[in-house]
């Protein structure tokens, strides 16, 4: 008996998931569970040592991708669309 054999005994029968592979069932719940209170902590922490500052005091917080909205790629397609409304 190989020493890999004896470490990894069935290897084959390991499942392995793939990147597009979207979770389901617990798996998604937990990934959203984890997410919601990575946001959280992380706002928090933002909130206790972070300072408040004015946008006239750090212009470049007021850019095109700041504006409100969803975060994504989709920001990329609403200035597209606002390129083409403008020409």
Request: net charge positive.
């Amino acid at each position: 008996m190989s020493l890999q054999t004896q470490l990894n005994p069935a290897p084959e029968k390991k499942r392995r998931i793939s990147v597009e592979e979207e979770p389901t069932g617990v798996r998604a719940a937990v990934y959203s569970l984890l997410g919601l209170l990575l946001q959280v902590t992380i706002e928090w922490l933002v909130r206790l040592t972070g300072k408040r500052i004015r946008k006239s005091e750090a212009p470049w917080l007021d850019c095109v991708l700041g504006k409100p909205g969803v975060i994504g790629t989709g920001v990329y397609q609403r200035i597209a669309e606002e390129e083409r409304t403008r020409d």
